[in-house]
T-cell receptor, first 112, second 113 residues
Framework: DAEITQSPRHKITETGRQVTLACHQT?????MFWYRQDLGHGLRLIHY???????NKGEVSDGYSVSRSNTEDLPLTLESAASSQTSVYFC???????????FGSGTQLSVL | GEDVEQSLFLSVREGDSSVINCTYT??????LYWYKQEPGAGLQLLTY?????DMKQDQRLTVLLNKKDKHLSLRIADTQTGDSAIYFC?????????????FGKGTHLIIQP
């Protein structure tokens, strides 16, 4: 069955380190998204992509970057991790307009 | 910008109906969604409604939309322990696949035995 997977499920890192979270989907979806989920804030959009080599900033993009070199993957990079980036990160994908979002199971990131 | 508001908690007794409410501000919203998040998991789409509809029913779930008041509700009939989760209201004005969705903060549904 097609699916969307995130790795790692849990990550602990130190402030200042570069961290990359992986997202891989096998639906051949064009659209992919990264959200972070924080208590009191719900889900907030970090970056999104409409296709290969396309990336766009979301509501809370500072300190994050993404790249889309193929259809299946949208890795999220924290250039220099900060404690404020401790959160649960969700990747999602969809086939296009009017298509529902499919979410990964999330990555719990702790920055110490 | 767009804003979506929900109550943070709702407590109901098992077997009763649950009604989760949501308000939004974007008058150009065309699609409104309800997602369910169980502990330790990602979000799963429960149901959605187009803005030109005022009601949608799917088994135990009923979605009501009052576009004039920008108010969306999700009714779960005969609430069961398996319904315990966080429910997110979300909206978009161009379909769920573009620009991402604007989510509410989520309503934690607590089921009392």
């Amino acid at each position: 069955d097609a699916e969307i997977t995130q790795s790692p499920r849990h990550k602990i890192t130190e402030t200042g380190r570069q961290v990359t979270l992986a997202c891989h989907q096998t639906w051949n979806h064009n659209n992919m998204f990264w959200y972070r989920q924080d208590l009191g804030h719900g889900l907030r959009l970090i970056h999104y992509s409409y296709g290969v080599h396309d990336t766009n900033k979301g509501e809370v993009s500072d300190g994050y970057s993404v790249s889309r070199s193929n259809t299946e993957d949208l890795p999220l990079t924290l250039e220099s991790a900060a404690s404020s980036q401790t959160s649960v990160y969700f990747c999602a994908s969809s086939g296009g307009s009017n298509e529902k979002l499919f979410f990964g199971s999330g990555t719990q990131l702790s920055v110490l | 910008g767009e804003d979506v508001e929900q109550s943070l908690f709702l407590s109901v007794r098992e077997g009763d109906s649950s009604v989760i409410n949501c308000t939004y501000t974007d008058s150009s919203s065309t699609y409104l969604y309800w997602y369910k998040q169980e502990p330790g998991a990602g979000l799963q789409l429960l149901t959605y409604i187009f803005s030109n509809m005022d009601m949608k029913q799917d088994q135990r779930l009923t979605v009501l939309l009052n576009k004039k008041d920008k108010h969306l509700s999700l009714r779960i009939a005969d609430t069961q322990t398996g319904d315990s989760a966080i429910y997110f209201c979300a909206e978009t004005h161009s379909g769920g696949g573009a620009d991402g969705l604007t989510f509410g903060k989520g309503t934690h549904l607590i089921i009392q035995p």
